[in-house]
Structures are given as structure tokens and as C-alpha cells.
């Protein structure tokens, strides 16, 4: 049974930083991205591998926004810093596997004063 739990969401400050992370269990070496979707928008990719070695990132987050992975662990990792007010949105863990695709349940992120 394939399963994604995301962890690490929360409030912050603007400026401040968060570490997302996420485990997957049932896949092997899957590839991982990030996602989020905000209040009323569709959901959007954030930071998404597209090859063992080559990670897309939103121009949002470009500079700010890092994604990284344990692949022993099949766990992702995303790096958030300086974040600001319109990264505010539930973020999702996807992993994609001989052409299925699976989320998790989302995780909270605000930034607010």
C-alpha cells in the first residue's frame, strides 16, 4: 500500500523559514516533487523532479526554495526560506511511479505577521 505523510508545516513570519519533509513507503526510488494550493487557486507545482538529477522550481520560488532527498529513506525534503505572505497555501507531497501518481494529504503553511 503506497502512502506519502508530510510533516513539518506551520505558522512563520514573513522572512522566516520552514522544512517540509515527506516519507513515502510502498514506492521504490520514486520521483518526488512539492506542490501547494492556495485558498480559491488551483494547486500548482512548487519543486518538482522531473529526472534523477533535475528539479523544476516555480519562478515563485526560485532562489528561496530548495528541495532535496533521501532516497534510502524515500523521504523529500523541502527547504523554505524567506518565505513570504503569498506562500501561504497547503502544500502536498506528489510521488510519481511507473506512470501512477500519488499525493499525500497536505500540509499547512502560513506566513503572517
Known amino acids: 500500500q503506497v502512502q506519502l505523510v508530510e510533516s513539518g508545516g506551520g505558522s512563520v513570519q514573513p522572512g522566516g523559514s520552514l522544512r517540509l519533509s515527506c516519507v513515502a513507503s510502498g514506492l521504490i526510488y520514486p520521483y518526488m516533487g512539492w506542490y501547494r494550493q492556495a485558498p480559491g487557486k488551483l494547486r500548482e507545482p512548487v519543486a518538482v523532479?522531473?529526472?534523477?538529477?533535475?528539479?523544476n522550481y516555480s519562478d515563485s520560488v526560485k532562489g528561496r526554495f530548495t528541495i532535496s532527498r533521501n532516497n534510502a529513506k524515500n523521504t523529500a525534503f523541502l527547504q523554505m526560506n524567506s518565505l513570504k505572505p503569498e506562500d501561504t497555501a497547503v502544500y502536498y507531497c506528489n510521488a510519481q511511479s511507473h506512470g501512477d501518481s500519488y499525493w499525500g494529504q497536505g500540509t499547512q503553511v502560513t506566513v503572517a505577521s
Open positions: 523532479y522531473t529526472s534523477a538529477f533535475t528539479v
